[in-house]
Each structure stands twice: as structure tokens, then as C-alpha cells.
């Protein structure tokens, strides 16, 4: 278990580093702690359930308000909360040294791809449902850790496949029952493309594989086993990616596969 001087840094560093960290605990002190917002003046245990919470999600976070100022005196103030949570550039270089939200030992962000992680912190930031599904990913598969600075890049890559996928069947399947068909809807984005730069004509169609929108028993039968076996099994994820990429111009939805398509896909893999 981290000392209470390291968690103390921890709680310093995340002020420094984020924004809505710096808010989030403000409003925790005010809220839990009688407004006393120095980590030096709370004992351990105070400031370890703070960094857990925070760090699990388990906290509403707040948004840093437009008027505040950088802690410390207000060198480097954050005049009001940038885009998606970032800086102007892009997400920030979360390095090794230093403080940082990490528990466990250092203080920099631990484990996972810095960017992905701050992707997944600003979707539980912006959405409820969001901390639920990664919560939810994390139990089935995580081994119930929360914090995504301690996954690998892999794990969270498949976390925000899995719930694109679900998006995109949702969004497929009722597209379909109001009579949108999305190759047309595609065609006619493609035909609007602009003109290439010194050429005479437009960019050239991209090859589209055959869609199937239909939802008959034995068509979704398929469709399940091919999603069962990316949940399931890393391997054959990557190799349905890879046959979606190579065969079927990176179309990964299932839904969207005619039956032929996922029975051959479904061969190779020995699961016919």
C-alpha cells in the first residue's frame, strides 16, 4: 500500500495534470472533509479512497469551472475546459516520473497507452452508460480493475471495438427497420466526394463488398457464433479483423455480412 507521503503527491500531481481531477476534488473535499482541500492535512486512508474512487470511476467527476485557475497560485492556469478534455494538440505526454493519478508506486499513469486511457476517462467523464459498459468490460475480462492506466493497449482497444460493435449492429438494425439502406446512403456520400487536387476526375469508388441487412434464423446463427468467438477468443478477434480488412474492405460488423461471407470466415476458423 502506497505511504501516506506518496499518496499525498498522487493527489498534488493529479491537481497539476488534470483539470477535472484538480475540480473533482475540490468538490469532494467540500462535500466529504469540510472543505479542507490540502492533502497534507488528511490522513491516509482519506486520500486512498479518494484516489480509488477517482480512479474507478466510481466518483461523478466534475467539470473544471470556467473562472479557475492553475493550482499552486495560478502559473499555467486552465482558463475554462478544453476539448474532449485535452489541451489544444492533443491528449497529454503522461510520463514516468513525477506525479500522476497511478496507484501502487510512482506517479506517473501505469500500464496502458496514455491516449487510450484518457479516452476512456473522457467517455466515463461525458457518459454514464459509458462507465457502466467499461466497469462492466472490466469485471468479465479485467479482473475487476477499473483503472484503465493499468490495462494494455490491446485490452482497451478491445473494449472500445466491443462497444463500437454494439453501437453499430443497434444503429444497423434500426436503420434497416426504417427502410435506410446504407449501401445507397454510402453510394450517395461517395459520389459527393470532392474532385481530386489536379486531376479531372473524383476520387475512385472504393470497392464495396456485398451487404446483407437481412435477419433470418440462420443467417443470425452465424452472426452469433462469429461474435461469440471474438469475445471469447483474442486469436480469432484479430483474424475476423483480418478478413474483414484484407477480403471485405474493413467492414467488421457482422450484421452487415451476407451469410456466405461469415460461413467461410467461420470455416477457417474450424466452426462451420
Not at 475540490?26 to 486520500?47: M, S, V, W
Not at 479512497?49 to 492556469?77: C, D
Not at 496514455?114 to 468490460?137: C, E, I, M
Request: glycine residues 18%; proline residues 6%; contains cysteine.
Amino acid at each position: 500500500m502506497a505511504g501516506r507521503a506518496e499518496l499525498v503527491d498522487q493527489v498534488k500531481g493529479m491537481q497539476r495534470s488534470d483539470p477535472y481531477g484538480r475540480q473533482t476534488w475540490q468538490d469532494y473535499c467540500e462535500a466529504h472533509l469540510g472543505g479542507i482541500k490540502d492533502p497534507n492535512r488528511h490522513d491516509d486512508g482519506t486520500l486512498s479512497t479518494f484516489l480509488n474512487l477517482y480512479n474507478s470511476g466510481g466518483l461523478p467527476v466534475s467539470a473544471p469551472r470556467p473562472q479557475e485557475k492553475g493550482y499552486g497560485g495560478g502559473k499555467g492556469g486552465w482558463g475554462g475546459p478544453p476539448s474532449m478534455g485535452w489541451e489544444k494538440g492533443g491528449p497529454p505526454s503522461w510520463g514516468g516520473g513525477g506525479g500522476g493519478m497511478g496507484m501502487g508506486g510512482g506517479m506517473g499513469m501505469m500500464g496502458g497507452a496514455p491516449g487510450l486511457g484518457d479516452f476512456v476517462k473522457t467517455g466515463q467523464r461525458q457518459s454514464k452508460h459509458w462507465t457502466n459498459a467499461w466497469q462492466t468490460y472490466c469485471a468479465l475480462y479485467g479482473g475487476g480493475v477499473n483503472d484503465p492506466f493499468k490495462h494494455d493497449e490491446s485490452f482497451t482497444k478491445s473494449f472500445i471495438d466491443y462497444v463500437g460493435e454494439i453501437a453499430a449492429n443497434g444503429l444497423s438494425a434500426l436503420a434497416s427497420s426504417q427502410g435506410i439502406n446504407l449501401d445507397e446512403v454510402q453510394a450517395q456520400s461517395t459520389a459527393k466526394r470532392p474532385m481530386a487536387l489536379g486531376g479531372g476526375g473524383g476520387y475512385p469508388p472504393a470497392k464495396q463488398p456485398r451487404m446483407d441487412y437481412s435477419t433470418d434464423s440462420e443467417k443470425m446463427g452465424l452472426v452469433d457464433k462469429v461474435k461469440h468467438l471474438q469475445r471469447t477468443n483474442m486469436s480469432a478477434k484479430e483474424a475476423w479483423w483480418s478478413y474483414c480488412d484484407n477480403q471485405c474492405n474493413g467492414m467488421r460488423d457482422p450484421m452487415r455480412h451476407d451469410a456466405a461471407s461469415l460461413e467461410a470466415w467461420l470455416a477457417s476458423q474450424g466452426a462451420a
